[in-house]
């Protein structure tokens, strides 16, 4: 189809024709006029929506300093704040979607939730269903040595559709947090912004010995993670070609 042609579609038509797009092509498309702004931009939303009400979403943390040398799992709940509703047909829409800038076309906001699994990742992929009762905690026991000057870290985020027995891994990445301090929190940056997540490190007291001829001196660290933002259009596109 020609692009006249998709212009002179009825409104409805041609979101039919944007579901169909992928998502770096609605991208493309918001640069061609500000009426295939709203309309790519109201196509995005309802894809990332459609995944929502379709599926659970999970995120994956694991360091190899961790305590027990386990991968945690945990419950992902997406923040949205909904406007009023107006059609995309109308032609009100048009400025009302291109003119408020507002991020959360763009980025989707997550919520960390309880612990759902675990697993140790040199024997298993698939994550154990955690029975414990203090699931509601963020916080991960890293034991770190003197001589470390860095706490290695590994994020995953999955969706598990109904029809799945098992979630999906939508995208991976590796990052490392200098140990330093007493304590100190931030926000972790990947992908030039693509995913950014809130952290709390806290550094606890020395290890006690584990044997007479221990000399190792190994340090409690807490990290804590409370929320993290996704890019919209990362999202939708990660999830494409984990397919």
Known sequence: ?????????????QLEVLEQCDPLILLQLQRVSRELESLSIYSIRAKLLKLLYEGDFYISIFSPQHEEMHAELYDAKCVVKEKAKISPTSKSAYLFETSSRNTSHYVSFFEIGDLNGSRDPLRSEVFDKYEGDDGHTHKIHLLVGEDSKYIQLHFGMYLKMERDEIPLRIFCMDTRLKATGSQGEGVLDFCNGMFRIKYKLIK?????PRGPYDYEVVFNYFIEFSSFEVNNLYLLNMYKDSH
Do not use: V
């Open 1 to 13: 189809m020609s692009f006249d042609n998709f212009q002179s579609l009825p409104k409805e038509l």
């Open 204 to 208: 606890g007291e020395e290890l006690p």
